[in-house]
């Protein structure tokens, strides 16, 4: 059902993307102060938009040190954001995940070696299948020790590469998280189609790469 709405959104998402990158309450937005989220608990929080919420979701949630991850919608200029509404390419957020992480176990810049690791950063306002402004990569920063630690890795692996990384670099301000249905998905839903061709070979490519990273039940 997820992936019907690429279909009426495909068209449109050349035209979307330009909206949002000049529409005026989104470059607010983009030049906003973050919003650092306190340290509760001796766990952290971090937030990332890497294409389709379910297979970032799980990818996270195998590293060590990742104690939840949560799916929901990040980086626009609207409050009323549901999944369809995000899907109309008008309201600036992409899907996205919350990381909730103890920071004596995984640093912010190793989950930001994660989220470079785990996808194309090449591929402009999408990931694999799933293209549009809602699938756009997004790597969200809350106070200028962590921009300098996005923005470092980001140029080195654009010098690496010899190639332009996609991936935008907000500041952090909300996070809405996504209906019950959306969590969880890619654990609760093993067999659904969309999952087999695509949440578990990401994944899989991702375990393949950073071994080391993974918790112990991940390892097989």
């Known amino acids: 059902m997820k992936k019907l709405l690429i279909i009426l959104s495909i068209s ?3 035209n979307c993307h330009n909206q949002a990158q000049t529409n005026p309450k989104q470059e607010e937005i983009i030049n906003a102060e973050p919003v650092e989220v306190p340290v509760e608990d001796g766990k952290a929080k971090a937030y990332f938009a890497s294409g389709c919420f379910w297979c970032v979701e799980a990818i996270y949630q195998s590293v060590k040190g990742v104690e939840e991850v949560y799916s929901g919608f990040s980086g626009g200029h609207t409050d009323d954001i549901t999944y369809e509404k995000s ?3 008008t309201t600036g957020h992409a899907e996205a995940v919350e990381v909730i992480y103890d920071p004596e176990v995984v640093s912010f810049s190793t989950l930001v070696d994660v989220y470079f690791g785990s996808q194309n950063p090449m591929q402009v306002n999408g990931q694999g299948p ?3 402004p809602q699938y756009r990569s997004i790597i969200f920063y809350q106070n200028d020790e962590q921009k300098e630690i996005i923005e470092d890795k980001k ?6 590469l010899d190639a332009t990384i996609a991936a935008e670099v907000y500041p952090f301000l909300k996070f ?4 019950d249905y959306h969590q969880d998905f890619e654990k609760r839903n093993p067999n659904q ?3 087999r061709a695509v949440s578990i070979p990401r994944l899989n490519r991702f375990k393949a790469k950073f071994p080391e990273l993974l918790k112990d039940e991940e390892k097989h």
């Open 12 to 14: 449109l998402c050349f």
């Open 87 to 89: 899907h109309s390419g």
């Open 130 to 132: 799933d293209k549009g």
């Open 155 to 160: 140029a080195a692996l654009a010098k690496e």
């Open 176 to 179: 809405y998280k996504a209906s």
């Open 193 to 195: 189609s969309y999952v």
